[in-house]
Every structure is written in C-alpha cells, then in structure tokens.
C-alpha cells in the first residue's frame, strides 16, 4: 500500500510554526518513510524471477504505472532491434542502503536492513569479477530481466568501471563480507591508477587485472599537470580517496592510508600556489590527434584532441596557465567545495591523528575559496581561473566542452550544497571565514540569520518555506554542536516543508507530476536523520556524504534518435514535460 502524505500544518509561511512541531507529527514523518521504504521495496522488487527473485532492485519507477524504470539501447550488430534493460545500478542505491539501515535503526525493525545486506551479498556472490570489480557505476548496470551486467553502448558488458561521487556504504558491506569488500577496494585502486609510480589516475578503470593491493610500489611525487591518458576528475578522485580512507579505518591497511594520502595530496599540489585555490584535475589530457576544424561534429570536444580548456579558453588569456585543472566555474567549484570538502571532513575526523593534515589542507582551500569567489551579499559565486582572474562576463569565442559559441560565463548562486559543506567544516576547524559562506547561504534560502556563532544571536525564520534536504542536515549539525533548540525547531519545519513539496503518489520527487522516481532520493534520508536528531540518538542515522553517483549510456529516442545521456535525464521527464533536454555525461 503506498504511503499517504499526513497533513503538516504550520509549514512554510504558517504562523504556528512551533505550535505544530510535537510529537504527533515527528511520528507521522518517521511513518511516511517507513510506509515508502515499504513501497520502493514493494514496486521495485525482482518481478520477473518467479521461482527465485533476486534481492536487487529497479532505480526508478513510474509513480503512476508501476512500471521499472527501462534503459532502451540503439541497434547494434548482436542485438539488431535494440535492446530494453530494466535500470538497476547499484551504485546509484547507495543513499537508499543508508535509509534501508537506518529505518531497522530507528525502528527495531529488521527487516530494511536485512534487504540491503542481501543485496550487497547477491552482487558479491554474483557480480564480482576476479580482480573484485563490481558490475556497477558510471557506465555498467545489472539488467533485472537477465541478471546480467550490461555496458553503455549496447547492452553488452563491455564498458569501463566508473565512480563518482557514489560513496558506497562500506561499513554495511564491509559487516556483510570482509574479505570481498577489501578486494573490491583493492581492484578498484588497481584498475583506475594507470601508473603508480606518479598516480596517473583516470575516471574510467579496466576490468581483469590481478586481485590483489599494490601498496609496494615507489612513488615518483611528480610535479602537476603532466600529461595523461586517463583524466584525474576530483569526482572519480572522491570515490577512490572515500574508499582507501574506509579500508584503513575497517582493517587497519596502512599501505591504503598511505596511498590515499598521496592521491589526496595531488590535488593539493595541483591548487594555484598564490591563490590556494582549486584543483580539479592535477593531470592534462595528452593531446593523440590533431582536432578538427569542424565545430559541429560530435568529437570536437573530446579530449584526444588534448586539454580541452586550454583549446577552447586559453587563446584569450595569454600569460594564464589556462587547463582543465584550472578552470573553477560552478561543476567544478562543487564537486571540490562540497563534495570533496564533505568527504574529506568526515574521513580525516573519523581517522583521528592520522587525518588532521587532510583536514587542515581542506580548510585552507575551503577558505581561499570564499575570500576569492563569493560575492556575499548576493550569495553568488565567481566563475574564475584559479590564478584568481573573475571570468564574470566572459563570452566564449567558439564551441567547446565548456559551452556552445557566445555562451556568458556569469557569477552562479551558492546552492544550499555550500551552506552544509561550509557549516560542518566550520564545526571541525572553528575558522570563521568558512561560517562566513555558511551564514551567508542561510539568508539567502530563508532560513534566518544562523548566528554569529553556532548558537550565539539566533533569529531563525520559522516561517520558511524552505524544503531543501542539504539545509535540514545542515541545522541539524548545528543542533548536534550546540544542542540550541531553536535549530531543532527549523530542522522540523524544513522536515514538514520536505513532505508537502517533494513527496508525491508514494515517492519523493521534484514534481507532482514527475514520472519516475529515483529510489535512492536523499530527502528521506534528512528526514531520518531528524528523527534520530528529535530522538537524541543521531548515531542511528549514518553520516550523511552526499553521495549520488551517476550512469550514463547510449539511449535510444522515439524517432530512432541515438545519445549519449545521464539517468538525470528520465528522472527529470514530466508529465507536462514529458521530453526534457538530455543531458551529455563526461
């Protein structure tokens, strides 16, 4: 039976606000996700293995048909009509696994744990290579007709692995099967570092090599932005740091810490060492041909044809280091700003001694950041070089990776990512420029002034209509530093707010009318985490990274139109606009 929204009064704009904050209604959101936990493990269940179902689940499903979300792959030579795969990407459920732990948490319910431990053991049992790759990620996904793993391209298994920014559960999987979980994160390090000796890291890794840590290798130390096949994006970065950091806190590996360590510190090196600010990439994509003259063909932005900033921008800037790397315009920003900084935060604190280098270099970047990029009474943040230089205004002269011809780079908002990335480093380091960005984003989202300190001058607006789950989680590590009830008090009225706005025929969507609802949503997840928060328990909950992850694949279009898209792309289909613009992946 699908959940039914309860009726939250005293939600954004209410005047009784606080008069409707008690427990009647922290019990009706804490049964809504129990009662849509129910239904994503109801709808997206293995309907097509009667006799003996797989504990796998479909990512998405039609809120109004039921129907699992199907990845619909162009003709090619094996499969002459194309193919149709049910989308189950495990990697793209790891938010989900965390909900799925903390409802049996919270609730003494078994039943939601033990769902997503018999998940982690079926893909150890039946989806891990040799080297202990996972059939997961960026570019492969398990089709739930067959069971069987299918690539980007066709259907067949024979795309690359790819992380990022997914952050699997590794506690639960690690409390699932030790031994597969070390070789996992061991095969993923070995199949996405080409070259130990300098870290040459890319995004993409190969499946089939040797199982097993190769931690004895020397290191080179090189300097930044040497040429490389492979392209060091901080997002694919992110996973492998996430994971070397967890297999040296689950097994005491210090040969993972030690690398993880090197891995981290290249990204370091590679910031502007005047400005502190950056990097995204330490490396530069090797230039293997020469690009075409042709703007308007569909490899004119690939980096074979070498750093695709330094082709597209660098002409304009004369006397700038002008790459990949050194490009901070809003993508990048977040992923090193929010994501890295988030991750990074809560590895190092939790690795004790071992991690206070990681968290002071965090900090340091974190801050050049602000000083250099926000523009504070506005909440908005500067697209720039990381030299410093304000590419406000700029217009590009022709088409590249960055934009099409005539594209305005202008200053972007600092989405509520900001505020909790900035608000939870402030809490570990006590630097006031970083709560400087955290105040900042909080005025600019309705939330009120947060304080001149945590705790200190409060004058929150309980009256917002503020739905935004990164600022519940933010108020919430505010209310766990300083235990001040008025951050209690907002984080239930962002809760209520959640449940009018985003929760929808069962499902929490962007829109009423959304078609297919992503199942490892993280909007459950914060109201979970301020049940824990109300409860006094918020060790219930596991530590919120904001992980996502992503897949993107070749899909096949009504009119036998053929692109290459994100999974963002079907999540963002409504009925009012049921053709929505894809979105390339990178």
Same mark, same amino acid.
């Given at each position: 039976?699908?959940?039914?929204?309860?009726?939250?009064?005293?939600?954004?704009?209410?005047?009784?606000?606080?008069?409707?904050?008690?427990?009647?209604?922290?019990?009706?959101?804490?049964?809504?996700?129990?009662?849509?936990?129910?239904?994503?493990?109801?709808?997206?269940?293995?309907?097509?293995?009667?006799?003996?179902?797989?504990?796998?689940?479909?990512?998405? &499903?039609?809120?109004?048909?039921?129907?699992?979300?199907?990845?619909?792959?162009?003709?090619? $030579?094996?499969?002459?009509?194309?193919?149709?795969? $049910?989308?189950?990407?495990?990697?793209?459920?790891?938010?989900?696994?965390?909900?799925?732990?903390?409802?049996?948490? =919270?609730?003494?319910?078994?039943?939601?744990?033990?769902?997503?431990?018999?998940?982690?053991?079926?893909?150890? !049992?039946?989806?891990?290579? %040799?080297?202990?790759?996972?059939?997961?990620?960026?570019?492969?996904?398990?089709?739930?007709?067959? /069971?069987?793993?299918?690539?980007?391209?066709?259907?067949?298994?024979?795309?690359?692995?790819?992380?990022?920014?997914?952050?699997?559960?590794?506690?639960?999987?690690?409390?699932?099967?030790? !031994?597969?979980?070390?070789?996992? &994160?061991?095969?993923?390090?070995?199949?996405? &570092?080409?070259?130990?000796?300098?870290?040459?890291?890319?995004?993409?890794?190969?499946?089939?090599?040797?199982?097993?840590?190769?931690?004895?290798?020397?290191?080179?130390?090189?300097?930044?932005?040497?040429?490389?096949?492979? /392209?060091?994006?901080?997002?694919?970065?992110?996973?492998?740091?996430?994971?070397?950091?967890?297999?040296? %806190? =689950?097994?005491?590996?210090?040969?993972?810490?030690?690398?993880?360590?090197?891995?981290?510190?290249?990204?370091?090196?590679?910031?502007?060492?005047?400005?502190? /600010?950056?990097?995204?990439?330490?490396?530069?994509?090797?230039? *293997?041909?020469?690009?075409?003259?042709?703007?308007?063909?569909?490899?004119?932005?690939?980096?074979?044809?070498?750093?695709?900033?330094?082709?597209?921008?660098?002409?304009?800037?004369?006397?700038?280091? $002008?790459?990949?790397?050194?490009?901070?315009?809003?993508?990048?920003?977040?992923?090193?700003?929010?994501?890295?900084?988030?991750? *990074?935060?809560?590895?190092?604190?939790?690795?004790?001694?071992?991690?206070?280098?990681?968290?002071?270099?965090?900090?340091?970047?974190?801050? !050049?950041?602000?000083?250099?990029?926000?523009?504070?009474?506005?909440?908005?943040?500067?697209?720039?070089?990381?030299?410093?230089?304000?590419?406000?205004?700029?217009?590009?002269?022709?088409?590249?990776?960055?934009?099409?011809?005539?594209?305005?780079?202008?200053?972007?908002?600092?989405?509520?990512?900001?505020?909790?990335?900035?608000?939870?480093?402030?809490?570990?380091?006590?630097?006031?420029?970083?709560?400087?960005?955290?105040?900042?984003?909080?005025?600019?989202?309705?939330?009120?002034?947060?304080?001149?300190?945590?705790? %200190?001058?409060?004058?929150?607006?309980?009256?917002?209509?503020?739905?935004?789950?990164?600022?519940?989680?933010?108020?919430?590590?505010?209310?766990?530093?300083?235990?001040?009830?008025?951050?209690?008090?907002?984080?239930?009225?962002?809760?209520?707010?959640?449940?009018?706005?985003?929760?929808?025929?069962?499902?929490?969507?962007?829109?009423?009318?959304? &078609?297919?609802?992503?199942?490892?949503?993280?909007?459950?997840?914060?109201?979970?985490?301020?049940?824990?928060?109300?409860?006094?328990?918020?060790?219930?909950?596991?530590?919120?990274?904001?992980?996502?992850?992503?897949? !993107?694949?070749?899909?096949?279009?009504?009119?036998?139109?053929?692109? #290459?898209?994100? #999974?963002?792309?079907?999540?963002?289909?409504?009925?009012?606009?049921?053709?929505?613009?894809?979105?390339?992946?990178?």
């Amino acid at each position: 039976m699908a959940a039914v929204r309860p009726a939250f009064a005293g939600q954004g704009g209410g005047a009784s606000a606080q008069a409707h904050t008690g427990s009647d209604q922290d019990a009706a959101r804490l049964q809504l996700v129990k009662d849509y936990a129910d239904t994503v493990l109801k709808d997206a269940a293995d309907r097509y293995h009667f006799e003996n179902p797989s504990p796998l689940l479909a990512g998405g &499903i039609n809120v109004y048909t039921k129907e699992q979300l199907k990845w619909i792959f162009p003709e090619s $030579v094996d499969f002459p009509d194309g193919r149709e795969a $049910v989308w189950s990407d495990f990697a793209v459920q790891q938010n989900l696994m965390r909900v799925l732990a903390a409802l049996s948490n =919270l609730t003494g319910d078994p039943k939601y744990r033990d769902s997503a431990k018999a998940q982690y053991a079926y893909y150890f !049992a039946h989806h891990q290579d %040799k080297s202990g790759l996972l059939q997961w990620g960026g570019h492969r996904f398990v089709d739930l007709l067959t /069971l069987s793993g299918v690539g980007m391209r066709d259907g067949l298994p024979d795309s690359p692995h790819e992380l990022k920014n997914a952050y699997p559960y590794y506690e639960l999987m690690y409390e699932v099967n030790p !031994a597969a979980t070390a070789k996992f &994160i061991t095969a993923f390090w070995n199949a996405h &570092i080409y070259n130990w000796h300098t870290l040459e890291t890319s995004r993409h890794g190969q499946f089939g090599h040797e199982p097993g840590p190769h931690w004895d290798n020397t290191f080179d130390n090189p300097a930044p932005f040497f040429e490389t096949l492979g /392209l060091s994006f901080l997002d694919a970065g992110n996973d492998l740091i996430y994971s070397g950091s967890m297999l040296y %806190k =689950l097994t005491g590996d210090k040969g993972a810490l030690l690398w993880t360590k090197r891995l981290a510190d290249q990204y370091v090196k590679a910031r502007n060492p005047q400005t502190k /600010l950056g990097a995204y990439q330490f490396t530069q994509p090797r230039r *293997q041909h020469d690009p075409p003259t042709d703007e308007t063909r569909n490899d004119y932005t690939f980096s074979e044809y070498g750093d695709r900033a330094k082709r597209q921008i660098g002409p304009d800037f004369p006397g700038h280091l $002008v790459l990949e790397a050194t490009i901070l315009f809003n993508q990048q920003a977040t992923t090193i700003y929010c994501d890295n900084a988030l991750m *990074q935060i809560q590895v190092a604190s939790s690795l004790g001694d071992a991690g206070k280098d990681m968290v002071e270099a965090t900090r340091v970047g974190m801050d !050049a950041f602000v000083n250099y990029a926000l523009i504070p009474d506005k909440n908005l943040l500067r697209p720039m070089l990381t030299d410093g230089t304000d590419l406000s205004g700029y217009v590009l002269k022709g088409r590249g990776y960055y934009g099409p011809k005539g594209r305005v780079l202008d200053p972007y908002p600092a989405s509520p990512e900001f505020m909790l990335s900035y608000a939870r480093a402030f809490l570990v380091t006590g630097d006031p420029t970083l709560w400087k960005m955290a105040r900042s984003s909080a005025r600019a989202f309705g939330l009120g002034d947060i304080g001149e300190t945590p705790g %200190k001058s409060i004058q929150l607006n309980l009256a917002t209509d503020n739905a935004n789950a990164h600022a519940l989680f933010s108020v919430l590590d505010l209310y766990q530093q300083t235990h001040a009830d008025e951050y209690l008090q907002l984080g239930r009225v962002i809760g209520n707010n959640i449940v009018k706005q985003y929760f929808h025929h069962g499902y929490f969507t962007p829109y009423e009318d959304t &078609i297919f609802a992503n199942i490892n949503a993280i909007e459950p997840y914060a109201l979970l985490a301020l049940d824990a928060a109300i409860k006094g328990t918020p060790a219930k909950v596991p530590y919120f990274l904001n992980g996502f992850g992503f897949y !993107a694949g070749f899909y096949r279009f009504g009119q036998g139109q053929t692109r #290459e898209v994100s #999974e963002d792309f079907l999540f963002r289909a409504r009925k009012s606009q049921p053709n929505p613009q894809p979105t390339p992946s990178q």
